[in-house]
Structures are given as structure tokens and as C-alpha cells.
């Protein structure tokens, strides 16, 4: 079955820049969609189709999709912004839906 | 706005069944996919299956194949979620949530907690 991995967790400082990989093979081929997770909530999808954001979600958040690493980067980091983080595709050979194993982020 | 709103927290005994509900609301019940994933605790997200609300078609993690049944009611716009023969291991949210083929998942309901005793 189709592996999606993640760091288990990212630090950045708050106002610099944190990016979380996604790394699977060939995920460049694949539409890559990210969520974010605060404790005690539901996900929120914050990038669908690689690089598009949802409505409401900061230009803050962009995504990346080349080879095989996705990259999810969050600008001018906020406290806000802590929390988990997942990446997800959809495996058209199986017709399955794969989660990464999601990166906690950290605003020092 | 696009809401789904699953059923309350539940606690049942080992080998026992629990069926979540999912009622969606402000957008055409039969257009999308309903998927359910689960996250036990302090772990991450694990999908469990999709059902396709216009034909009632399924299709189902084989971790899940013959423990956890995906239906619907399209009267009440209504998706529900059994798994039976629960271990202690099902403990976790479980939430519904929409999304097409390639599409993302969203939004997604509150999420239900299962809690398996012995």
C-alpha cells in the first residue's frame, strides 16, 4: 500500500518560515491536500490540489508537489498556527485514501 | 453552509457493535462521497472507507473489510457508521467527512468518541 511519511515535528520561531515534507513515491504525480489539527478539534483542510487554499485560510500557508516530496510552508509564523499537520492523497490503484503520519509544529 | 453533524460520545464492551450517525446538511447529500476516518488517541488519522450516497456503493480499508458497514438514509440526508466485534483498540474519534475521487476531505463533522471497554 501507498506510504506517505512526515517529520514527527517542526520548530520555528514565531515570524520565520516552517515547512513540513511529505515524502512518497512519486507523490509529484499525485494531487497532495493538507490539514490542520488543533487539539481537541476536527481537521481543517487549509491546501487542496497541491498549492490552492481554501477559502478563509491566510496566503500564509502555500504547498508544493515535485518528485517525491510534498512540502507544506507556513510564512511569518504565528502562535496560532501550532499544531498538527497532515498531508493525504488518493491511491488510484487501490481506489484508497492514504494520511501522512503528521508533523506536530511547535511556535517556539 | 456546508455542515455535518455526527452522533454523541459512546461506550461499549468488547465484542459489542457501535453505529455512528453523520447528518449533513447545505449541500446535495447524493452529490459526494461521505468517507470516515478515525484517530485513536494521541495517534494520527487513519481512513476507514468511503459510501456513495446516490447508490449506496462502498468501498472499505481492508484493515476495516468485515468488521465495519458504511450506509446511508437519504431522506434524513444521514450517513451512518457500524463497526462491530469492537476491541479495545477502536477506542478513538471517529469522524465523517466529505470529499470526491481526487477531491479533498471538507469539511469534516466534530467527530464521535468511541470508547471500547473490558
Known amino acids: 500500500s501507498y506510504v506517505l511519511t512526515q517529520p514527527p515535528s517542526v520548530s520555528v520561531a514565531p515570524g520565520q518560515t516552517a515547512r513540513i515534507t511529505c515524502g512518497g513515491n512519486?507523490?509529484?504525480?499525485?494531487?497532495v491536500h493538507w490539514y490542520q489539527q488543533k487539539p481537541g478539534q476536527a481537521p481543517v483542510l487549509v491546501v487542496y490540489d497541491d498549492s490552492d487554499r481554501p477559502a478563509g485560510i491566510p496566503e500564509r500557508f502555500s504547498g508544493s508537489n515535485s518528485g517525491n516530496t510534498a512540502t507544506l510552508t507556513i510564512s511569518r509564523i504565528e502562535a496560532g498556527d501550532e499544531a498538527d499537520y497532515y498531508c493525504?492523497?488518493?491511491?488510484?490503484?487501490?481506489?484508497?485514501?492514504?494520511f501522512g503520519t503528521g508533523t506536530k509544529v511547535t511556535v517556539l | 453552509q456546508v455542515q455535518l453533524v455526527q452522533s454523541g460520545a459512546e461506550v461499549k464492551k468488547s465484542g459489542a457493535s457501535v453505529k455512528v450517525s453523520c447528518k449533513a446538511s447545505g449541500y446535495t447529500f447524493t452529490g459526494d462521497y461521505m468517507h470516515w476516518v478515525r484517530q485513536a488517541p494521541g495517534q494520527g488519522l487513519e481512513w476507514m472507507g468511503w459510501?456513495?450516497?446516490?447508490?449506496?456503493?462502498?468501498n472499505y480499508a481492508q484493515k476495516f473489510q468485515g468488521r465495519v458497514t458504511m450506509t446511508r438514509d437519504t431522506s434524513i440526508s444521514t450517513a451512518y457508521m457500524e463497526l462491530t466485534r469492537l476491541r479495545s483498540d477502536d477506542t478513538a474519534v471517529y469522524y465523517c467527512?466529505?470529499?470526491?475521487?481526487?477531491?479533498?476531505?471538507?469539511?469534516w463533522g466534530q467527530g464521535t468518541l468511541v470508547i471500547v471497554s473490558s
Open positions: 512519486n507523490i509529484g504525480r499525485k494531487s
Open positions: 459510501m456513495n450516497p446516490n447508490n449506496g456503493g462502498t
Open positions: 467527512t466529505r470529499g470526491g475521487r481526487e477531491d479533498p476531505f471538507d469539511p
Open positions: 493525504q492523497v488518493w491511491d488510484g490503484n487501490s481506489d484508497h485514501y492514504v
